[in-house]
């Protein structure tokens, strides 16, 4: 130790030796650190790109084109581009990818999720070999690392103007949002938190990265929150990539459901004779679902599955409960223990597919009809026997549909008394319509009442 030194002035001098250094070492590591980040940053730039899309609409009694521009991050060598579903659709025409050299090259899509808002596009790595292309590529951080206060930057290309960088921090890394209108009527939001920044996010920069200080990919952004300054959204680098994986392999994220609508139970424990952090509300069952087949109701209070306890008191815990039912296998059976009133009830449920509301949609020209297949989730919702037939979402103007009184929320179950099951049987009757012309009848069902509606050329 330095107290043994006899003479105390060699002993200032060892400890000035020692400090300069430390201090040169900490400045060469320091500046080898930004140089790092640096480079990085700059790798990250390289990678984001501009998406054009052209996309086909079905509304208003007719199959429109629109197009839209959004951003996307390159995250493998062989050209796979994360962006968010409100991007890119599976009604998506013209797909083109604008990479940092300013080059446009197509892409298709390969996989979509609306649940979590993530869309996956490939490059056509073979027009980028062709033209002797190059991209960078990205890689991924830790969102479960995050603090808030921490410096981020969103980049991608706010109202097109490409490869736009905005700084701001972590504002909160676990936020409860939930955005009933979705994506175009699509759920979305159910099974993550976000991440909350102040870093500006403008439309055009959906689907463009979130990052650290070093380049790495933490988030997705995805949405602002309409009529306020600095909230910005974005689906976190754990969610995202867990879905980037899944739609690399299978093109669809497959999850299962069992017809619980999940609520908090922050300030409620007391009358449901609870302790604290214990249960989870169920607000309302799907008729015909799995949970309300074998008896479950709302207002139960699940307390544990397959023997994993149940804590949702606060809204931000709700996502982790719905995406851990919904990650187990389509079939599988889930034990749950239920309170309902003093007593604690168990029950098996099998759980089924994950379906949308928002079934396939397509456009009959000449009727002046725009119609979705009626889903399951959509048939359950609206308590119909069975979920065949087709939904009118759209009729035009002075079109057969609408003089024949068709109107938005019909639901056609049989044409020429022939049951209609979906868009295929529709489809067949207006290929023969289209080539010969005649007078058609409609069933429909509106508000639980059968009506006829004729079809004329």
Do not use: C
Request: glycine share 10%.
């Amino acid at each position: 130790m330095l107290v043994k030194l006899v003479h105390p002035s060699i002993t200032l001098k060892f400890w000035k030796i020692r400090i300069a250094g430390l201090g040169l070492a900490l400045g060469l590591a320091l500046s080898s650190s930004i140089a790092f980040a640096g480079a990085s940053f700059d790798r990250l730039l390289e990678a984001v790109v501009r998406i054009d899309v052209r996309e086909t609409t079905f509304a208003g009694g007719a199959a429109r084109l629109v197009s839209g521009v959004g951003s996307g991050v390159i995250l493998s060598k062989d050209g796979l581009v994360l962006t968010n579903a409100h991007v890119v659709s599976p009604q998506a025409v013209d797909i083109w990818v604008t990479l940092a050299s300013l080059e446009r090259v197509r892409a298709e899509l390969l996989g979509w999720d609306h649940w979590t808002d993530l869309a996956l596009l490939r490059l056509d790595v073979e027009d980028v070999a062709e033209r002797k292309l190059s991209f960078s590529v990205a890689r991924f951080g830790r969102s479960d690392q995050l603090k808030p206060g921490q410096t981020v930057f969103a980049v991608g290309t706010p109202h097109g103007l490409s490869r736009t960088v905005t700084k701001g921090i972590i504002s909160n890394k676990d936020r409860y949002y939930w955005d009933a209108s979705g994506i175009r009527g699509y759920e979305t939001g159910f099974f993550n938190t976000w991440l909350q920044t102040d870093a500006a996010i403008n439309p055009g920069n959906s689907g463009g990265p979130l990052v650290d200080e070093s380049g790495r990919v933490i988030g997705i952004n995805t949405r602002t929150y309409l009529g306020a300054d600095n909230l910005g959204f974005a689906i976190p680098e754990k969610t995202a990539r867990k879905v980037m994986e899944t739609l690399t392999a299978k093109g669809e994220v497959e999850r299962s459901y069992i017809g619980i609508s999940p609520g908090f139970l922050q300030d409620m424990e007391s009358f449901y004779e609870l302790e604290v952090n214990q249960g989870l509300l169920i607000n309302n069952v799907e008729p015909g679902s799995p949970a309300a087949v074998v008896g479950i109701r709302a207002s139960d209070i699940v307390l544990s599955i397959d023997g994993k306890k149940l804590d949702g008191r606060f809204p931000e815990q709700i996502p982790p409960i719905r995406n851990f039912i919904a990650s187990h296998s389509v079939g599988s059976t889930l034990s749950l223990e239920v309170k309902r009133g003093e007593e604690t009830l168990s029950f098996e449920v099998e759980t089924e597919r994950l379906e949308s509301r928002v079934g396939e949609e397509w456009a009959f020209e000449k009727w002046g009809l725009t119609v979705r297949e009626v889903s399951r989730a959509f048939a359950r919702e609206l308590q119909l026997n069975s979920d065949d037939g087709v939904v009118v979402i759209g009729t035009q103007s002075a079109f057969p549909a609408e003089n024949a009184g068709l109107r938005r929320g019909d639901v056609i179950s049989k044409i020429n008394q022939n049951e209609v099951v979906g868009l295929e049987d529709l489809k067949g009757v207006y290929d023969d319509y289209d080539s010969s012309p005649s007078s058609i009848l409609m069933e429909t069902l509106r508000n639980r009442t059968v009506s006829y509606k004729v079809i004329k050329p």
